[in-house]
């Protein structure tokens, strides 16, 4: 989508937590989606598979240790968005557009969204890969789903979107998953006003955002430490985060209303219950709901 944002290793892995959760049993599982195994490199599985038990328990206790509850945090981030997408059609949204894409899955397993129109905005390369996938899954590409190659570090969503059938006139939700962590700051804020203008009323933007402190390093915890460092290895540093209570303040700046933050407090009381109770979560992430 924009350089130096989640790329595919970032997509692949983010896949692959879907398609672990997705195994286990109903009264477990907090997010389910029936093809994301389809997005996990084939070798990768294959290395999985012969992995004696003790070792794979080994180094889920190491990425435990070094980065608690993160990759709880990211299963709480997909059921919410899961969710949210969900109630946005019941709601009457009849656009959806999808920016930085990666390999959601969304736009082929959430209940009514056949009916709406979505939009899926992301670099071409990604993309690419990600129909290619689809049509082995499908058969065909599905006709409700528009695909958008584009830089917008390059392109307006304004540009982008223009001659691809949207219409501003309808109510869109626009959904920023694990994107606006990796754009700069200038660049956050001139996509979030391009959706404000873009948008009827009532329209609304559903992102996630990590908290500053992590982001400017001052969160000098051992977690933030080694999450920077991570994605410095990865080529995908952090360049953006809103600090923790100022997500509202941030949002009416540029012209939002309607906002609702959603803390680790909310999500955790919502999705971590009975066998999930125990789980480790980070209060890294919050999710943000806000409406033009």
Known sequence: MIDNREGSITAESLALIRAKESTLNTDERICFDPYAMRFVNPKLLQIMARMPPEKSKEMQESYENQFPGHKNALIARIRFFDDSVRDSISKGFTQIVIIGAGYDTRAYRIEGISNVRVFELDLPEIQNRKKSKIQEIFGSLPIEVTYIPVDLSITSLKTALKGNDFDSRQKTLYVLEGLILYIPPEQVKELFSSIIFLSAQGSAVLF????????????????????RQQMSRLGETFKFGIRKGEEEKYMKTIGFKNIQVVTKETYVAQYFTGINKSRSVSEAFNFIWAET
């Open 208 to 227: 996630d955002s990590i908290d500053g402190a992590i982001v400017d390093g001052s969160d000098q915890s051992a977690y933030a430490m080694n999450i």
